[in-house]
């Protein structure tokens, strides 16, 4: 039930944002965004931290290849877009620091403050990239309906990740197999993901691939620049307040530092690497997404789950 929340949440969100026939991406990425903060963020303020990260590495994963695979089955990217030819080949850069932080073993104030750096690189060359609108746009949606479509998406986000946190971590407690971080790389990403399908499915079967494809890279970008950083320190500030010093109230308070799990690390973090790597090609029109690529790419995040499930259930 928690699932079906947190993947309701984002299809309303996506729905009051009304982002069908813009011509950039930037309201399409807030409606699909949002919803995940709210999920991590709530899982990390309930102590459930791990899980947290664990949905930004499969959200990550999953946006990057399934949700790109069948977006590129209705409709191939033939053109990319300047823009697009900028942003997308940082993408690695920033995955190759995900990976290489994950050699410290921890995630902890020095890996947010790397993350946050590049996150600012990130939002420079994202503010220079001017999206041109080749068509008229319709007027916008009002507002008011939009404020309160996201805030009852965010709300019941929340809700979903209280009840899907709260049921992995017990499943997890019963059978051993169903490690919670697992489950909320699994389940709950994919259903965070999910409705990027159809709204991706929908712009690429008009021959605006690229603004869906770009939406997807956006949200990657957010996820390891701004809501992986806020995760590590809202879990800091959580864990300080709720420590109590054994011997007196002037005793130092040490805070142990994220624990970057093997998991994410050994299978998140390099299956991040390697799409991200193919998108500097796609970028420079060298290599084209089409159908044959989309369908190699639902495969491997088919064989990314497996290896998920048995590393998981193995303890490695």
Known sequence: MGGLGLLISVMLAARAMEFEQDATPRRRI???????VAA???????????????MIFGTSVALLSVVSGFVVMAGPLMDVPTQARRLWPFLPVLATLVFVLGLRGTLGM????ALVCQGLLVFLLWASVKYSSPQPQPAPPTRGLQIVGLVAAVA?????????????????????RYPATVIA?????????????SSGVQTASEGRTAIAIGAQVGIVMLNFTVLLPATVLLRLVVKYLTTVPTTS???RIEIAPFLY??????????????LSLLLV???????????RLGGWLIFAYCVYLMATLVVGAGGM
């Open 30 to 36: 807030l409606a699909h965004w949002l919803p995940i």
């Open 40 to 54: 991590v963020l709530l899982a990390t303020v309930l102590g459930y931290g791990e899980m947290g990260v664990a």
């Open 110 to 113: 020095f890996e947010a403050v």
């Open 156 to 176: 019941l986000a929340a809700v979903g990740a209280w009840a899907a946190t709260r049921g992995a971590h017990a499943l997890s407690q019963v059978d051993i």
């Open 185 to 197: 790389a699994t389940l709950l990403s994919i259903a965070l993901a999910l409705p990027m399908v």
């Open 249 to 251: 109230p002037t005793t």
């Open 261 to 274: 799990t093997r998991l994410s690390w050994r299978i998140d973090a390099v299956a991040l690497l390697i």
């Open 281 to 291: 090609p796609i970028a420079e029109g060298k290599f084209r997404l089409d159908r």
